[in-house]
């Protein structure tokens, strides 16, 4: 398998995973979007993306998921590269809901993001 590849397995697709994520997951909120984090046991993260209904243009909403999977596809295993070696993160579920007023327009922004809300939340699992 290519290293650089986002195959399906990395990506939630059923309604089931989407409502567990929502259901028993930890919520971080950032400035327009937000991360919610379950720990999973498939020996991987796996992405899910919603965007607000409020977000209007489709061509707009598509773009905003190209650069969420453009990030995620870049940076599959984030959580644990940034996680010290006390404190290892385990493989998650990662949901980022993305609201209206959304501006991050590419994947080195998005991860920008993503590590200052991290940080700035504290210790998320124990």
Known sequence: MNTLSLPKAYLLTKKSEY?????HGKRVYGENFSLILVPNNVRRNRLGISIHGQ???????????????????LNK?????????????PYMDIVITVRKGFSLEKPADVARAVNCLLESSGPLFQ
């Open 19 to 23: 409502n567990n994520v929502y259901q």
């Open 77 to 89: 295993r984030f959580l644990q590269e940034q996680s010290s070696t006390s404190c290892e993160f």
């Open 55 to 73: 977000l209007k243009g489709a061509a707009k909403r598509n773009r905003i998921k190209r650069i969420i999977r453009e990030f995620f596809r």
